[in-house]
């Protein structure tokens, strides 16, 4: 059986919790990376992903402990725990919304579903090739509005091949109608796909 993995983060945690006000953040230790940290500084999660911690205020969101995808959660400034809607989240997911192996196709796809759950009418994607993973990926930047509550999300999604089987990272950053984004956290966000690496192959690849 498949294990779980992001997409109810898609239709929960970004939908649900961050419209309500919150995200429910890891209650481990200050550091709860630091005993899969290798001497180099690299995280090494459940075996299967190596990747470069983000530095602080970014903190673990606590997902079901059996759910091989993460993620990481910061509010506006560095002293601010996040309060909703002036925060950003960053993912791992290895099973983005949509189905085709197609790169261009499964972005189309996956924006029809992404952040379904917070009424969110995304404007037209900013799409750009990237290298990721060792191999041809596409970066999606895109803005979306919530209408009710008159909300604003700025998105930087990567899509990637693992094997024959897309992948995605993503970041959010959520902010009222009138304030502006702060995009500098982007950078992080960069840092951390780029020192992704896969430790083994995935179910799929054994096959």
């Given amino acids: 059986m498949m294990k779980p993995t992001l997409r109810n983060l898609f239709a929960i945690a970004m939908g649900g919790l961050l419209l309500a006000g ?53 509010g506006c400034q560095d002293s601010d725990p996040g309060v909703y809607p002036c925060e950003s989240t960053f993912a791992y997911a290895e099973e983005p919304f949509g189905y085709s192996q197609d790169l261009q196709q499964r972005q189309a796809e996956f924006f029809r579903r992404f952040l379904w759950a917070a009424r969110v009418n995304f404007q037209k994607p900013q799409l750009t090739p990237v290298q990721v993973l060792g191999a041809e990926g596409l970066q999606a930047d895109i803005e979306g509005f919530e209408p009710v509550l008159k909300h604003k999300v700025w998105a930087r999604v990567v899509f990637a091949k693992r094997g024959e089987r897309v992948v995605a990272f993503y970041l959010t950053q959520w902010r009222s109608q009138e304030a502006p ?17 896969f430790l083994k192959p995935s179910f799929y690849q054994t096959l």
């Fill in 22 to 74: 919150c995200a429910t953040m890891s209650n481990q230790p200050a550091d709860p990376l630091a005993k899969i940290m290798t001497p180099e500084g690299k995280v090494v999660w459940q075996q299967e992903y190596q990747f470069d911690p983000p530095p602080k205020p970014w903190n673990l969101i606590d997902l079901d402990e059996d759910d091989i995808s993460l993620a990481f959660f910061r």
């Fill in 181 to 197: 984004y702060d995009k500098s956290v982007a950078e992080d966000f960069d840092r951390f796909v780029r020192s992704f690496r």
